[in-house]
């Protein structure tokens, strides 16, 4: 059987062979309708396309990368089933890696990336510096990282350290504790400890920092907020805690270990999260958690291959108030 082409499809519904191209390069400009013939066209004569000869006929692909620091925490998994959700409205699809140990293994894989003619890369991987993004020849959007002349999408970090810090003093807690896993001053994420020590500065209150909760899910994390739960209920006893944890994962693995001792949440314990990631709202008490709104960071990095632009966007944070807080 001939391969089908663009001619016989559009034959088929129809339509224009540029209507048919355009289906494929930009079918947000499609009607439904339009769409709806193509697609019933396409299932018909049972056509497959050709990313090959795209490439080699346009210099474009429909391909994105996407390079996160690791896929362990439901931030990353979440925002990957976003770009893929909203990306399927434009036919793309993404090459995901997870990032290398050195620079030189980072870019290797960006070279690669770049041999398959992406569209570009959404990076979340802290490896390079800006000015070495910068350098890259290649529209990159990164998100929840430091800034250079690129596309960048960060969290209003500071708001929601603060609004974390104002929820637990207004519920009467009376120790205030930061778990975070990394003190990075030129991360995004940083600010979430600088709004949350400014809210509770005149109060009692910790900044913890452990590496050991890098991977919330190993058994080594949980040793860790084992330890540091033993430290700070030796150090108050019989304290209110207010708990601010860098992330949902963490504070999943922060409320277990309060079961396990049988503190009561939230009467003497109040745990809030970061990201609201669906951990969130499936943990045996449902999390409070400061919404970065995930769905809207895809969306404007989907958005953003479309029309690049180096600048930065601020996505607001709010809080979701769920079981672990008054």
């Not at 497959?48 to 080699?56: E, F």
């Not at 925490?73 to 990032?99: A, H, M, P, R, W």
């Not at 490896?127 to 430091?146: A, F, G, N, Q």
């Not at 304290?239 to 309060?258: P, Y």
Request: net charge negative; hydrophobic share 35%.
């Amino acid at each position: 059987m001939d391969k089908v082409g663009i001619k016989e499809i559009a034959e088929k519904s129809g339509v224009s062979i540029a209507t048919v191209s355009r289906y494929f390069n930009k079918p947000e400009l499609l009607s439904p309708k339009t769409k709806d013939k193509i697609q019933a066209a396409i299932k018909e004569l049972n056509y497959s396309q050709d990313n090959v000869a795209r490439i080699l006929v346009t210099g474009k692909s429909n391909l994105v990368g996407v390079i996160f620091p690791q896929l362990h925490l439901s931030f990353y998994t979440e925002l990957l089933n976003q770009l893929i959700k909203l990306g399927e409205e434009k036919d793309y699809s993404f090459i995901v890696y997870t990032s290398r140990d050195t620079k030189e293994e980072e870019l290797n894989m960006i070279e690669m990336l770049k041999s398959y003619r992406v569209k570009g890369i959404i990076l979340l991987s802290h490896i390079l510096s800006p000015d070495e993004i910068e350098k890259l020849d290649v529209p990159i959007i990164s998100i929840e990282r430091s800034g250079g002349n690129y596309c960048q999408i960060n969290n209003d970090n500071y708001t929601g350290g603060k609004l974390a810090g104002d929820k637990l003093m207004a519920d009467g807690c009376e120790v205030f504790i930061h778990l975070n896993n990394g003190y990075h001053e030129d991360w995004p994420s940083f600010k979430r400890i600088v709004g949350f020590e400014f809210a509770v500065r005149n109060k009692l209150y910790e900044i913890i920092i452990n590496e050991d909760l890098t991977d919330p899910y190993s058994e080594t994390a949980t040793i860790a907020i084992s330890s540091i739960m033993d430290n700070i209920i030796k150090k108050y006893p019989g304290k209110k805690l207010g708990v601010f944890c860098s992330n949902d994962d963490i504070a999943n693995i922060l409320q277990r270990d309060c079961i396990k001792r049988g503190l009561k949440i939230p009467q003497e314990t109040e745990i809030i999260g970061y990201d609201n990631s669906p951990v969130s709202n499936y943990a045996i008490y449902p999390i409070t958690s400061i919404d970065q709104n995930i769905p809207l960071m895809a969306t404007i990095a989907i958005n953003s291959l479309e029309s690049y632009i180096p600048h930065e966007n601020v996505v607001s944070a709010t809080m979701i108030e769920r079981k672990t807080t008054l």
